[in-house]
């Protein structure tokens, strides 16, 4: 928190600096970076007034908005224009929200660590302590209530391997669901008997019922959590290889051979063991476990036992493949550039292309562009940008990509790159795709931006 909130300052200082710079008035007409800014501007806004304490991610995101906004603005030739004048002002608001925003978050963090290192300190609880050190974990070294305490500290809690077992995973959930329900209640009745100094009680039962609570909630939904996302991920892996016909020798060596099917493979497998790992849960807690998902396991079953079938037919086309006469492919140039590239659309972060080429969107991968220009899907030759600017999928010509930096698909113009300037995108009308960074190269992004669809799996 405390390098967000340093680097945070730093940006504000630097983004100052480029709002109070001089730059030519040529047009009273809004341009499309102020309309951008504009647009921005209105989403951090709104980002802020959602904005959950401590939510640093988030926090950083808007930092990045607010810059890219000042950028815009500096870089706008609408300074005439009426709505400048206001979207400057309410940039300046923005950016002194931001900073109090980052200030109160730091002071809370060294709030809570000056009361952290103060609780650590502190002797066993006397009779004299306040209310605001009630609130705090009571100490199992009180005189009265020890017993009860040893079992509520957040260091006695027992802690679940990676790959655990059934057993352990039995043995973890009723030790946790004991200290929600039985141990619990009968806890809460010696308290309520009135054996322990009531202050002591107080202190106790606030403990165990409240933030405690919390702290064993979060670690069972955790657990739920990981197991829910391998059974959603080999559902969709299972309703894929059952789809597969069986005489596509192709689909089902992509799909099974080599490295590629040992991790369907362990996928299946995977998705099999926390589905049964979700019924476990479930008998201890029914209220936090979505049963519905463990209706997934007939099709994963049905899937695995296919996939075996499919592993042996991926061998026998290897086979075959490797007995067929080598032709000798010819090498392509590459003559676009390895560099790393994050694509925003319209202000917001949707993707990124790494330095080979993998091209991620929305958090998946969904293929890659080669440094040749080759486009690929699934492993997949599905097509490619030629040097001269050709766009094409499957044999056959979708489009090119001009040196003016126009964009043409079909026939028809569907784009723009202003490849003199910064290498904004114009999609849709409007000023609303970028490439950081830019560095002259924007035929990968184009076709993200422009040709989403050659990335389709075709099957």
């Known amino acids: ?55 640093v991610s988030r926090y950083n995101a808007l930092s990045k908005k607010l810059t890219r906004a000042a950028e815009l603005l500096k870089g706008t030739s609408s300074r005439e224009h009426p709505d400048y004048g206001p979207a400057t002002q309410k940039w300046n608001e923005l950016r002194q929200q931001m900073i109090a925003t980052a200030k109160q978050w730091q002071e809370a963090q060294q709030q809570t660590q000056t009361q952290t290192q103060t609780q650590t300190q502190t002797q066993p609880t006397t009779q004299t302590q ?54 619990l209640q009968a806890d809460l009745a010696t308290l309520d008997s009135g054996s ?40 969709m892996l299972a309703d894929s290889i059952l789809a597969i016909a069986d005489d596509d020798k192709m689909r089902i060596y992509n799909f099974a051979h080599g490295e590629n099917g040992d991790n369907n493979q362990n996928r299946l497998a995977t998705g099999l063991s926390a589905s049964q ?22 099709s994963i079953e049905a899937a695995a036992s296919r996939f075996r079938d499919m592993r042996e037919q991926a061998e026998q086309t290897a086979l075959e493949l490797a007995a067929l006469p080598k032709k000798e492919r010819q090498r392509r140039p590459e003559f676009l550039q390895s560099i790393e590239q994050e694509l925003y659309y319209r202000g917001s972060y949707i993707g990124s292309i790494s330095r080979k080429g993998t091209v991620v969107v929305d958090g998946t991968d969904i293929g890659s562009i080669t440094a040749d220009g080759r486009v690929w899907v699934r492993g997949n030759d599905a097509g490619s940008i030629e040097a001269n600017g050709e766009v094409w999928l499957r044999g056959n010509q979708l489009g090119s990509l001009e040196d003016t930096g126009e964009v043409w698909r079909n026939g028809t113009r569907v784009g723009f790159v202003e490849i003199a300037e910064d290498g904004d995108f114009w999609i849709d009308g409007n000023q609303n795709g970028r490439v950081e960074p830019y560095s002259g190269e924007w035929k990968r992004a184009a076709i993200v931006f422009y040709f989403r669809d050659m990335f389709n799996d075709p099957n």
């Open 196 to 235: 322990i100094d009531p202050q002591n009680a107080d202190r106790i039962r606030r403990w165990i019922t409240g933030s405690f609570q919390l702290q064993i909630n979060e670690r069972i939904s955790r657990q739920i959590a990981v197991r829910e996302s391998s059974v959603r991920d080999a559902h």
């Open 130 to 183: 306040t209310q605001a050190s009630n609130d705090a974990a009571p100490d199992s070294r009180t005189t009265n209530g020890d017993e009860i305490l040893a079992r509520y500290r957040s260091d006695a809690l027992p802690s679940l391997p990676a790959g655990a077992t059934n057993e352990q995973l039995i043995a973890w959930a009723a030790t946790l669901q004991q200290l929600r329900g039985e141990q």
């Open 1 to 55: 928190m405390l390098q967000t909130v340093t680097r945070f300052f730093l940006q504000a200082m630097l983004t100052l600096s480029i709002m109070t710079g001089s730059a030519q008035i040529s047009a009273a007409e809004m341009d499309a970076r102020l309309n951008m800014a504009n647009r921005l501007i209105a989403e951090i806004d709104s980002g802020l007034s959602t904005l959950q304490d401590g939510d």
């Open 277 to 298: 790992q979700m019924l476990l849960l479930g008998d201890h807690f029914p209220d936090l476990i979505d049963m519905e998902l463990t209706n997934s396991t007939p």
